[in-house]
C-alpha cells in the first residue's frame, strides 16, 4: 500500500512537471528558392535569451544569406553566405523578432536550410503555480521519503535536458552529413568537368602545335616575319579596343600618304618597352616602342596608358601614405625609377583618383631588385600580393582618364556608388564589386 501511495504521488507531480515545464523550441527545414528570401516570426512576451542555429544542407556552394532583426527593425545578426552558424542573443525588446534565409544572389541553386530556435519563454503565472504546487507535494511526500521532489524535479530536469542535448547532437551530426555527402558529390561533379576541359585543351593544344609545325615548311622566314607583324598588330589594336571600351579616347589609324595630324602616336620596334608620358610639344609625333618582349597585352596597355599621360603609382607624390619603399633592396642606378614626380621637377594631378594598387601602371613588389627581396611593400599586408598582377585596365584607370580627358561633356547620365558615364555605349562602368544598370547592385563578399 505505501509503494502504491507514493507511486501514486510521484505518477501526480511528474504530470504536473510535464504540463508546467515550457522550454521554446523549434526545428524547422526550409526549402529556399534561388532569387527568394524566407522569412519566420516568433513572438518573444518578455526579455529572454535566444539562440539560433543554421545550416545549409544542400544546394549550390551550401551557402545563405542571414539575417535577425529584431521587433523595433534593429538588425541583430547580418551574414553573407555562410554554410552554417550558431547565434547566441539576447532578446532584450518584447515583440515579434524576424528571422530570415536570403538566397536572392543565387539565380538556379535552391538551399535546403535546417534551423534550430531556442528561446526561454515561461510564464510568470504558471511559475507561481508551479511553485506552490511543488511546494505542496514536497510537504506531502516528506513524511514519506527522505528524497525531496525538490531532489526528483532536478533529476528530471537534468534527464531532459541531456535528453534534448542528445537529439539535437544527432540532428546536427545528421545534417553534416548530408551536407558533406552533397558537397562530396557536387566536387565529383566538378572534378569530372573539369577533367573533360582539361583533356579538350590537351587536344586543342597538340593539334595547334601540328599545324604550326607544319605551317613553318613554307617560307619559313617570310611567314614568321608576316605572322609575327599581323600578330603584333592585332595585339596592339586589341589593347586600344580595352581602352577605348569604357572611355571616351579613340585611336584612329593614319597610313603613310594621308597628311599626319599635329599630335599622334607612331609605333616602331625598340630594344625595350618604352613611351613618355602624354602630349608633348617638343615631339611630333610622340614615339612609343615595343620589342617582342614587350608584345602582351598587359605591357601594350601599361605603354598606352603612358602615351595618354599616366604615370606609374609608386611615382604619385602621396605614396608614402599607400607604399614603403624599400631603398636597401634596389639595384645601383634604379634608384631614380622609385623617385616621385615632384622630386623630378614635374607637376602631376591625380585628379582626386585614389591609389590604385590593382592599376595597369602598378609594377610588381620586386621590380628593380637586386637580391630577390621586395623593393615595394604596402602599408596594408592585404594588398601585397595585387601588385604588378594586373592584366586589364582597372577601374580607376578608367576614372582618370575619364576626368583628364573630360569624357562627362561625351556621355551624360547618372551612376551609383561612384561609377561613371562612358563607353562607346555610354553606359554606367561599375567600381569593384558593384553591378547593374546604374551600379546600384552590390556583389556578394568584401569591396577592395
Given at each position: 500500500m505505501f509503494k502504491s501511495f507514493f507511486f501514486s504521488v510521484f505518477v501526480c507531480v511528474l504530470l504536473n512537471l510535464t504540463l508546467f515545464v515550457r522550454t521554446l523550441e523549434i526545428d524547422l527545414t526550409v526549402d529556399v528558392k534561388p532569387g527568394y528570401e524566407e522569412c519566420f516570426f516568433e513572438e518573444i512576451k518578455k526579455p529572454t535569451s535566444l539562440e539560433i542555429e543554421y545550416q545549409v544542407i544542400d544546394g549550390g556552394d551550401l551557402d545563405i544569406n542571414f539575417m535577425v532583426t529584431s521587433p523595433h527593425g534593429r538588425i541583430m545578426v547580418s551574414e553573407l553566405q555562410k554554410s552554417d552558424a550558431v547565434h547566441k542573443l539576447?532578446?532584450?525588446?518584447?515583440?515579434?523578432?524576424?528571422?530570415?534565409?536570403?538566397?536572392?544572389?543565387?539565380?538556379?541553386?535552391?538551399?535546403?536550410?535546417?534551423?534550430?530556435?531556442?528561446?526561454?519563454?515561461?510564464?510568470?503565472?504558471?511559475?507561481?503555480?508551479?511553485?506552490?504546487?511543488?511546494?505542496?507535494?514536497?510537504?506531502?511526500?516528506?513524511?514519506?521519503?527522505?528524497?525531496?521532489?525538490?531532489?526528483?524535479?532536478?533529476l528530471l530536469d537534468n534527464v531532459n535536458n541531456n535528453l534534448d542535448k542528445a537529439r539535437s547532437d544527432q540532428q546536427v551530426l545528421r545534417n553534416y552529413e548530408a551536407r558533406d555527402r552533397n558537397q562530396q558529390e557536387n566536387n565529383f561533379q566538378r572534378v569530372n568537368f573539369f577533367s573533360g576541359v582539361q583533356v579538350f585543351i590537351m587536344l586543342s593544344v597538340a593539334l595547334t602545335q601540328v599545324l604550326l609545325i607544319r605551317s613553318l615548311f613554307d617560307d619559313k622566314k617570310r611567314v614568321q616575319m608576316k605572322a609575327s607583324n599581323k600578330q603584333a598588330r592585332a595585339l596592339i589594336r586589341v589593347a586600344m579596343n580595352r581602352w577605348e571600351k569604357d572611355t571616351c579616347i579613340r585611336f584612329v589609324p593614319i597610313s603613310e600618304s594621308e597628311k599626319k595630324p599635329a599630335f599622334y602616336i607612331k609605333f616602331y620596334n625598340s630594344t625595350t618597352c618604352f613611351s613618355d608620358i602624354g602630349r608633348s610639344e617638343k615631339q611630333h609625333p610622340q614615339l612609343l616602342g615595343l620589342s617582342k618582349g614587350c608584345m602582351s597585352i598587359p605591357v601594350i596597355l601599361h605603354e598606352l596608358g603612358h602615351a595618354l599621360g599616366m604615370i606609374h603609382p609608386m611615382s604619385r607624390n602621396d605614396r608614402d601614405s599607400y607604399i614603403d619603399v624599400r631603398t636597401q633592396n634596389v639595384k645601383t642606378g634604379a634608384d631614380r625609377n622609385f623617385m616621385i614626380m615632384r622630386e623630378r621637377g614635374y607637376m602631376y594631378f591625380t585628379l582626386n583618383v585614389p591609389y590604385d594598387y590593382k592599376s595597369i601602371m602598378q609594377y610588381s613588389p620586386t621590380i628593380w631588385s637586386w637580391n630577390g627581396n621586395p623593393t615595394m611593400v604596402t602599408l596594408k599586408p592585404e594588398y601585397q600580393s595585387i601588385l604588378g598582377n594586373a592584366d586589364d585596365v582597372s577601374f580607376y584607370d578608367k576614372l582618370y582618364i575619364h576626368r583628364r580627358y573630360l569624357c562627362g561633356w561625351v556621355c551624360t547620365g547618372y551612376c551609383e556608388n561612384g561609377g561613371i558615364v562612358g563607353g562607346k555605349s555610354c553606359k554606367c562602368i561599375c567600381p569593384d564589386g558593384y553591378h547593374g544598370s546604374y551600379c546600384e547592385k552590390r556583389l556578394p563578399g568584401e569591396i577592395k
Open positions: 539576447d532578446a532584450t525588446e518584447v515583440g515579434v523578432y524576424k528571422v530570415c534565409f536570403d538566397n536572392s544572389f543565387s539565380h538556379f541553386a535552391r538551399k535546403l536550410v535546417f534551423f534550430e530556435i531556442m528561446a526561454g519563454d515561461d510564464d510568470e503565472d504558471e511559475e507561481d503555480d508551479l511553485k506552490k504546487d511543488w511546494k505542496a507535494a514536497q510537504e506531502e511526500l516528506s513524511s514519506i521519503v527522505d528524497m525531496t521532489l525538490e531532489d526528483f524535479k532536478r
